[in-house]
């Protein structure tokens, strides 16, 4: 009767070590583990793949500081990305391949350890497990997005900046809630202009404010942030989120498509024009 008790205890104080909140929990908001194809569409709604895309990323909350970190995996020791900053996230970028099978190879499904350090203490190892679905063949497919004004559909070429622009888009196939995730599956829409300023956001998880999930098919971008006679991309992504917390810290591992939408608006710019 011993063995059975020690062993018992020992899997207690395992998962009570993994509840037990780590002071980073002050400055993540989220860690993300993902594979993503990204595609472009054209003008006349066809779209091309970019590329597929192995990459993490470690998401502070607002005003907090990451310091930096490393991910690696537990099946191959040789593997390591280090966190960089990009914008106010740090990301670690692996492979960007045309073939899904090298994707697969290069950094195989399994689990993977973030390692980071931020204002308040530091996280040695939180694991994240990244798994295809079945309803995911070997890549996300391309998912189409239609433009619309005045409840009519309008080229990409032909948006008028004083009206609301809404953007709808095919469902990924499959999306969902599973039933050991934290979260449904969830959709992100980002709007910048040619500057690169960043002039719509669909929302985040975590931050207490609305945020899309598979169970949305539109999102408006508000007439207010366009001008006339400028170019701007639009970038539509659906994701899956097989998520779990560790130590207060959620962790979002995903396969998720991304469609790149460039569009322009009528008129002549009011100040600087788009660089060529």
């Keep these: 009767m011993i063995k059975p008790i020690l062993l018992s205890t020992i899997l207690i104080l395992a998962a009570c070590t993994e509840s037990v909140e780590s002071p980073v929990a002050n400055d993540v908001l989220f860690v993300v583990l993902g594979k993503m194809s990204l595609y472009d569409q054209s003008a006349t709604g066809e779209t091309s793949l970019r590329n597929h ?4 990323e470690i998401m ?3 005003g907090r500081k990451i ?3 490393n991910l690696t995996s537990t099946s191959d020791s040789s593997m390591t990305l280090r966190f960089e900053p990009e914008g106010n996230a740090f990301l670690a970028h692996g492979a960007r391949v045309m073939d899904p099978s090298a994707l697969h190879r290069l950094h195989p499904d399994g689990e993977y350890v973030f390692s980071y350090e931020t204002q308040s203490g530091s996280m040695k190892a939180q ?7 079945d309803t995911v063949d070997q ?3 391309a998912a189409t997005v239609t433009l619309r004004q005045d ?3 309008v080229l990409p070429y032909q948006v008028n900046h004083e009206q609301d622009l809404n953007l709808s888009w095919e469902p990924m196939a499959g999306n969902t809630r599973v039933a050991d995730s934290e979260l449904d599956d969830l959709i992100f829409v980002l709007g910048f202009d040619c500057f690169g300023n960043n002039i719509a956001h669909s929302g985040r998880p975590y931050q207490g404010g609305p945020y899309l999930t598979y169970k ?3 999102y408006t971008i508000s007439a207010d942030s366009l001008n006339p006679g400028l170019k701007y991309t639009a970038i539509v992504e659906q994701a899956t989120s097989d998520t779990t917390i560790f130590k207060g810290v959620p962790g979002i591992a995903t396969y998720a498509t991304l469609t790149f939408v460039e569009f322009q608006t009528t008129g002549e710019a009011l100040g600087e024009t788009c660089p060529n």
Excluded: N
């Design 53 to 56: 895309h192995f990459v993490a």
């Design 60 to 62: 502070p909350r607002a």
């Design 67 to 69: 310091v930096g970190g």
């Design 127 to 133: 694991p994240l497990t990244l798994a295809k679905r």
């Design 139 to 141: 890549m996300p497919d």
């Design 151 to 153: 409840g009519s559909t």
């Design 216 to 218: 949305d098919r539109e």
